[in-house]
């Protein structure tokens, strides 16, 4: 129920309404329905479970009115910052920069984690909860019971959510595909088959595990745990990220049922979000195996549909180096096949993502344009491409000054991967 009340400099309005769409905006935008608290020092905002999710502080010590703090659903704080608008939207395709509490491949950004009233605020957040509730005296009883159970979300309370939820899911979900940019990555992960085909030398996220899809009972499993772990907060919810990392090399039935099931179990039909975002990676062998029939029933379901290729590299010396062992003709099969699904289905995009580094073989980059610039005969709006720097926390202007180029040169929207996690 929508209720407002203040006293004194306190405000709290329960069930406040954000906006029902992702969007891209270079001001700050809030989704679906979340409550607030807002006191002379900060702005806290509660999910539907009335757990912390937003955050900001007010006043000169913090960086910048625009910018804010949001916790993810594996309990990471992360910095949203504008980068001074100098570029960011260029380079990432949103108007705001993610900084991570964790290392990662950005090219971009600061440390603002670390400076002292946002560190307050992730560190110590339930202390200005307190306070609030100390000066708030004796309020209505909706509002004491949204405090009561916001209080009760304690930081011990939210990581044990989140190993559930890693529970559930079979381990932490180590990357994000780039596309969940484009719902802020607020995806509900559902892992279909664990490990990878190739084992890539050069890769940090993979696993030990063979590729193994999941039983039909092992994901209704998962469902019905995800279900109870996000309880009234799955009202927010309106994406899906088919785990782990080639769902796509699953079963074409498998996929396509697994989507149905959660689109109901989910309710994502009337969620407080509009429209259904289904996203997923995809290999080389995986996306030139899958057999049109597949992408025929994903083209009748209510889902826009995001897969995400690691292609990395068109150049076979940089294939080999990098130790992923594909052809690079594979991978021209592959670029070409990306195309034909984009340009036949419109509810279905697949993206790829190239590695960039100072230190590869020097045909890489020339490889890479013969793709997306003499491969294709003008400017197309689908079928985003990734640079993704190889190495972790190794800033350097000599590679975004590379970027930059290659993208003016791209006939594809091409963007920097932000690794994040869930
Ligand atoms: S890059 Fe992809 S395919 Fe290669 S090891 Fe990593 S997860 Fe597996």
Not at 324 to 348: C, H, L, S, W
Not at 368 to 395: A, E, H, M, Q
Request: with cysteine.
């Amino acid at each position: 129920m929508n209720e407002i009340w203040q006293h004194e400099d306190i405000r709290i309005h329960l069930r406040k309404r954000g906006i029902d769409q992702y969007t891209k905006a270079s001001y700050p935008v809030r989704y679906g329905v979340f409550s607030e608290i807002e006191t002379r020092d900060a702005i806290l905002q509660f999910n539907l479970n009335d757990e912390i999710v937003q955050a900001k502080g007010k006043g000169r010590e913090w960086p910048d009115p625009q910018e804010w703090l949001k916790r993810t659903v594996g309990n990471d704080w992360i910095y949203y910052s504008t980068g001074g608008y100098a570029g960011v939207f260029e380079a990432i395709g949103e108007y705001y920069l993610p900084n991570t509490p964790y290392p990662t491949n950005s090219l971009i950004g600061g440390q603002p984690l670390s400076l002292p009233l946002v560190a307050r605020i992730t560190g110590s957040w339930q202390n200005l909860l307190r306070q609030a509730i100390d000066r708030a005296g004796g309020p209505p009883a909706g509002i004491r019971h949204f405090l009561d159970r916001a209080l009760a979300n304690s930081p011990e309370v939210l990581q044990k959510k989140a190993e559930t939820l890693f529970a559930i899911s079979g381990g932490r979900i180590t990357v994000l595909p780039p596309d969940t940019r484009h719902v802020d990555y607020n995806v509900i992960p559902l892992t279909i088959a664990e490990g990878c085909l190739y084992k890539c030398r050069f890769c940090r996220v993979k696993t030990d595990s063979p590729f193994k899809e999941k039983t039909p009972e092992g994901i209704a499993v998962q469902i019905d745990g995800l279900t109870e772990l996000y309880g009234e907060n799955l009202a927010n919810y309106n994406a899906l990220f088919l785990g782990e990392h080639d769902a796509l090399c699953a079963r074409p039935d498998l996929l396509v049922e697994t989507v149905g099931m959660a689109y109901h179990t989910f309710g994502f039909s009337g969620s407080n979000m509009k429209g259904t975002s289904v996203f997923l990676f995809g290999s080389v062998d995986s996306l030139l195996n899958a057999p049109s029939r597949l992408f025929e029933d994903l083209k009748k379901l209510p889902c826009s549909f995001y897969i995400n290729i690691g292609l990395e590299s068109a150049d076979q010396e940089t294939l080999d180096r990098l130790g992923k062992p594909v052809t690079a003709a594979g991978i021209a099969e592959a670029f070409a096949r990306m195309q034909d699904i984009n340009d036949r289905y419109f509810n279905i995009e697949v993206t790829a993502n190239f590695i960039m580094d100072e230190r590869l073989p020097e045909n890489h980059y020339p490889a890479f344009l013969k793709l997306v610039r003499d491969g294709l005969t003008r400017n197309k709006p689908k079928g985003c491409i990734y640079l993704s720097p190889l190495r972790i926390g190794k800033p350097s202007r000599s590679i975004l000054f590379e970027f930059n180029r290659l993208k003016v040169l791209s006939r594809l929207p091409t963007f920097l991967y932000i690794i994040q996690r869930l």
